[in-house]
């Protein structure tokens, strides 16, 4: 089965500081990879994805890159907030009909965003 | 207001009994999930549902079960038989469409005791 490692498990940054988050997956047939937040005690909630015939997507201050090629995606956040600190998981799916919230997580990174 | 509700939000087990965790949605999706999470790691899918009296174990279904006889609705229930079931569980759901992430609830935190 797919098999999504994430990279570093802890980020700590100034504000104001850029941030980046890296992940690999092992499954070439995955086709869609988002990224979830997760605030202390809540439900994950979507930040941004992407699908596996686009390299590069941009929202605001954050944005994700992938490379098929080398399997992995990364998530970049710029002029980071105290209130981007959180728990942040990047995922891999095949996608497809109702399959996208088939996932399978990475371990995730506790960013703290430092004033 | 469209989402998903997860309830309760603490439970507390005996040992050896069985308990029901309950997930609504009304974003009328017809795929649902569940997940747990357990401290420090990523989420891991236990059991997931496309379509209304259909459903399929995921990575970690062992000592659980669970039941999809309405759209809105996808209940677990932890059994006796799960070794550790104290864990953080998150139900989610999506649709094929324009907007296909899945959304999650606040989830479920369940303790053994």
């Known amino acids: 089965g797919e098999n999504v490692e994430q990279h570093p498990s802890t980020l700590s940054v100034q504000e104001g500081d850029s941030a980046v988050i890296k992940c690999t997956y092992s499954?070439?047939?995955?086709?869609?990879f988002p990224w979830y937040k997760q605030e202390l005690g809540k439900g994950p909630q979507l930040i941004i994805d992407?699908?596996?015939?686009?390299g590069e997507k941009k929202d605001q201050r954050i944005a994700v890159t992938l490379n098929k090629t080398a399997k992995h995606f990364s998530l970049h956040i710029t002029e980071t907030q105290p209130e981007d600190s959180a728990v942040y998981f990047c995922a891999a799916s095949k996608g497809g009909g109702t399959s996208y919230g088939k996932l399978t997580f990475g371990q995730g990174t506790i960013l703290t965003v430092h004033p | 207001d469209g989402g998903i509700t997860q309830s309760p939000k603490y439970l507390f087990r005996k040992e050896g009994q069985n308990v029901t965790l309950s997930c609504e949605q009304n974003?009328?999706?017809?795929?649902m999930y569940w997940y747990r999470q357990d401290p420090g790691q990523g989420l891991r899918l236990i059991y997931y549902s496309q379509i209304v009296n259909d459903f399929q174990k995921g990575d970690i279904a062992e000592g659980y079960s669970v039941s999809r006889e309405k759209k809105e609705s996808f209940p677990l229930t932890v059994t006796s038989a799960q070794k550790n079931p104290t864990a953080f569980y998150l139900c989610a759901s999506s649709q094929q469409g324009a907007r296909t992430e899945a959304f999650f609830g606040q989830g479920t935190r369940l303790t053994v005791v």
């Open positions: 499954d070439s047939a995955s086709n869609y």
């Open positions: 974003l009328n999706h017809d795929a």
């Open positions: 992407i699908r596996s015939n686009v």
